[in-house]
């Protein structure tokens, strides 16, 4: 059975926060599947990935232009949480990237470095699902 919640953050840096989604999901036993594709620097990978995942739920984790969630949101019609992370200024640039997004591409986005409300709010997607 595929992983229901893939998770996917645009650089290596952010494994400090992707490290908070999945030790909530460990605790609840989720299973998940964890990339690292950047919107920016590998869109054809990006593409591909999407095209071919089984996942109910994808949770974005990016910093600075923080595009992942918006660029994800893009292309599937499935729930996209996105989660910003601080760093320059102070994580705002972040934040705006992934709240303001415009009509029709939608995507649910937690506090700062909020890797755990992701999961918690996926945890919850999912139960609707059922």
């Known amino acids: 059975m595929p992983a229901p919640i893939a998770i996917i953050s645009g650089s ?15 605790e609840h036993q ?4 964890q ?5 920016h620097r590998d869109p054809e990978k990006l593409d591909a990935f999407l095209k071919k995942s ?15 969630p918006g660029v994800i949101a ?10 910003p992370v601080s760093g320059k200024l102070g994580g705002f640039d972040s934040l705006l990237s992934i709240a303001q997004m415009p009509k029709g591409v939608p ?4 506090a700062l470095d909020g890797g755990e409300n992701a999961a918690l709010l996926a ?3 999912l139960k609707l699902m059922k």
């Open 74 to 83: 893009s292309k599937t019609d499935k729930p996209v949480i996105g989660v």
């Open 54 to 68: 089984k996942a109910k739920i994808f949770i974005a984790v990016a910093g600075m232009s923080a595009a992942l």
């Open 35 to 39: 990339h690292i594709i950047s919107a």
């Open 12 to 26: 290596t840096s952010d494994a400090h926060i992707v490290e908070k989604v999945t030790k909530v999901l460990d």
């Open 30 to 33: 989720i299973t998940y599947e």
């Open 107 to 110: 995507v649910a986005c937690v």
């Open 123 to 125: 945890i919850r997607i």
